[in-house]
């Protein structure tokens, strides 16, 4: 087994492992910056700091677009904006068939079922549709019902609460100093305003971004220890997928070794976070990267299809779990 050569980053790893507090952002560059040969060291301190502050459990997630495309924002990275010529077909979901992708999701064994929509923030026919959808989803199916609409009103937000979303996903997508590259139609800001507003109301706070951007090793360790401040309960982490007609269409995947220094480094400056693979971790990490990430700090997976590209199937992703020993996390002990 390899060794983390530098001492003061030695020091600092094993702080983390024992206090449960994450590398500052000097710390996560350091991990951003290892050789080669010190990636299998980082994965394993990744992963230890994940047994001891977060346990061997899973969760497990579907996720469903209830309205997807024609977007107004221009996300550089998303197919699903309407400034864009990505051949993505609109779709509005009627509420059986939010009930039976619930249904389908909870059969998986997951615990958390995410309706999302490709929106700037909900309007009134969207918050209408949530209402109706989440109740007929927990009159009908036993599992923990997430959000992610975009932009929130303080009114939108006590919305959510009342009808029984227990976790909000927005996500910052990159560092506050490299956003304004990647997204021109809103700003750094308004997101994380979003974000409080969810943390004060009492609802778990769902907060990550895309690796493969453009940004620099510097711009992740900021984007890293910016998450790290507003402590989310989750962080889902993805690595672009170029997709055809977005700006970042011809975008060079993100390299499988600098994906597993991410993975370790964003584990180790958030020891205490459902840190969950979401979309790009096929194209960049394939069937093994998803294994080293496993033992490398994650612990959450989504199961199924993403919004717009297709994932691995339920079926290999749980029987990986199970041939790692890692339980697949349970209703009871998510409530
Ligand atoms: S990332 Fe979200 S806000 Fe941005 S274009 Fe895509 S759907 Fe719209």
Redesign the pocket.
Known sequence: MSELTDPDLRRAVATVVNSGVGLDEAGVLAVLRLPDDEVAAALDAAHQVRMRWCGPEVEVEGIISVKTGG?P???H??S??GLFTSPVRAVWLDIPALVEAARQTAATGATEFCIVA???GPDERLMAQMREGVKAIKDAVDIQVAASL?MLSQTQVDDLVAIGVHRYNHNLETARSFFPNV?TTHTWQERFDTLRMVRDSGMEVCCGGILGLGETLEHRAEFATQLASLAPDEVPLNFLNPRPGTPLADSTVVDPRDALRAIAAFRLALPRTILRFAGGREITLGDLGTRDGLLGGVNAVIVGNYLTTLGRSANRDLALLDELKMPVKALSSAL
């Open positions: 977007c924002e221009d996300c990275f998303c699903q904006s490709a929106v700037r975009g997204v």
